[in-house]
């Protein structure tokens, strides 16, 4: 089965710093571009970053640009997102989600989408 | 940037209605960066279509997707008691990727 599975969410004090793992599994994670997602409580999805599959394109939202940084090691299938400097509106759900990015040469066209999720891990930034 | 502005904020509907969602754009768009997301409360977000208009694998053909330029919609033919829960547009502009608001499609 193509899985994604997000882990090490915890509470953390404002100014403190987080490392969330994404671990892939089913498919050759090397293949693909990923990008971090995140949900606030009660809120809509907020993209936060995206890295191709050897790191050479990386992009970031505003609201994480220099405090945020995500990398990825393919040899162990696994995505990182590095938060520092986290505050209060940090607090979220955390999701990895896999990118298809295709070329569909009948109709000569790209298309590009998250095609698979992972559950989830809580972020609490809180004193 | 683009903003993805969708609506309404809530549609109230009982099982066996259709639902019509719309997604506009602040500019246009390319279809084919076009796609929908539904988000069961206390679940992953799932992807339902991309290219505005494709079903994704797995995707019931009550779900279908239509549009272009700066409007899309989703629409649900008839609606299932699993199909309530909110649903998102989301576009794909190279360095930035944008998610609507979301509407929420709620039993009524």
């Known amino acids: 089965d193509v899985q994604l599975v997000e882990s090490g969410g915890a509470l953390v004090q404002p100014g403190g710093s987080l490392r969330i793992p994404c671990e892939a599994s089913g498919f050759r994670f090397s293949d693909y571009s990923m990008n971090w997602v995140r949900q606030a409580p009660g809120k809509g999805l907020e993209w936060l970053s995206y890295t191709d599959n050897a790191e050479r394109y990386i992009f970031y939202a505003d609201s994480v640009k220099g405090r945020f940084t995500i990398s990825r090691d393919n040899a162990k299938n696994s995505l990182y997102l590095q938060m520092n400097s986290l505050r209060a509106d940090d607090t979220a759900v955390y999701y990895c989600?896999?990118?298809?990015?295709?070329?569909?040469?009948?109709?000569?066209?790209?298309?590009?989408?998250?095609?698979?999720w992972g559950k989830g891990t809580t972020v609490t930034v809180s004193s | 940037d683009i903003v993805l502005t969708q609506s309404p904020g809530t549609l109230s509907l009982s099982p066996g209605e259709g639902a019509t969602l719309s997604c506009r754009s602040s500019r246009s768009i390319s279809n084919t960066y076009l796609a929908w997301y539904q988000q069961i409360p206390g679940q992953a977000p799932r992807l339902l279509i991309y290219g505005a208009s494709n079903r994704a694998t797995g995707i019931p053909d009550r779900f279908s997707g239509s549009g272009s330029g700066t409007d899309f919609t989703l629409t649900i033919a008839r609606l299932e008691p699993e199909d309530f829960g909110m649903y998102f547009c989301?576009?794909?502009?190279?360095?930035?990727?944008?998610f609507g608001q979301g509407t929420k499609v709620e039993v009524k």
């Open positions: 989600a896999r990118v298809r990015n295709y070329y569909a040469s009948g109709s000569s066209v790209y298309y590009f989408y998250m095609d698979v």
């Open positions: 989301q576009h794909c502009g190279g360095s930035l990727w944008t």
